[in-house]
């Protein structure tokens, strides 16, 4: 089966700049997950979707980063405006449902913010 | 935050040996799962654990849990060089819906 998709890769911005990152999932997988990773750290949740309603998100900053997930498949996730401790990378991961179930990460968005 | 914390911050073995990495946490949880991340990509799912098992094996790897210490340990028998990577322990917690608190990871090196 095809894997969860991402792009771009890397994406470089100024600071005060928005930027959006796209995820395709694993067909028929209900549960979305963006991460946030910062060089040397675990991932982080950001947001958590199920379909394409929002299950928890509450550790996204929701004054600059907003997130949505259309028809229950794609989702983006966009930063406005860009701070310089946005630097990380931007992970989507998905699940075929909400419990006991491992996640499969995409490769994920390299951001850089300048 | 991070629930979990990973034992130790790095290691560097040389191929066959064995490798062992250690994970506690802080809260009740349903399951503890260990994903590998290779420079530069996603993570990769090794072995999802229940609150209710105590041990669990997949080919070289062998998962122990101990929910009285909170305690999680990774071992990966006969280690190669592929072997080298970020190793991550991740919570979800009780009533967590399958969230998932990822601990600070395991930087191993595994040398010719």
New interface residues.
């Given amino acids: 089966e095809a894997g969860?998709a991402q792009s771009p890769r890397y994406k470089i911005i100024e600071k005060r700049q928005s930027v959006a990152f796209w995820c395709n999932p694993i067909s028929g997988h209900a549960?979305l997950?963006w991460y946030q990773q910062i060089l040397g750290?675990?991932?982080?949740?950001l947001i958590?979707f199920q379909n394409n309603g929002v299950?928890?998100d509450s550790q996204l900053p929701k004054d600059r980063f907003s997130a949505e997930r259309l028809k229950g498949v794609d989702s983006t996730l966009k930063i406005q405006p860009a701070k310089l401790e946005d630097s990380a990378v931007y992970?989507c991961?998905s699940?075929p449902?909400?419990?006991?179930?491992?996640?499969?990460?995409?490769?994920?968005t390299?951001l850089s913010i300048l | 935050s991070q629930q979990g914390e990973e034992d130790p911050q790095a290691l560097s073995i040389q191929e066959g040996e064995n490798a062992t990495m250690n994970c506690s946490y802080k809260t009740s949880i349903n399951n503890l799962q260990w994903y590998r991340q290779n420079s530069g990509r996603g993570l990769v799912h090794l072995i999802l654990i229940r609150s209710n098992e105590r041990e669990k094996h997949s080919g070289r790897l062998r998962v122990t849990l101990d929910t009285s210490k909170k305690s999680s340990s990774l071992l990966i028998t006969a280690s190669r060089a592929a072997d080298t990577a970020s190793y991550f322990c991740a919570t979800d917690a009780t009533g967590g819906g399958n969230k998932l608190t990822f601990g600070t990871g395991t930087q191993l090196k595994v040398e010719l």
């Fill in positions: 969860v549960t997950y750290q675990g991932p982080k949740l958590q299950v928890d992970l991961a699940s449902g909400p419990s006991n179930q491992p996640q499969h990460f995409g490769d994920g390299r």
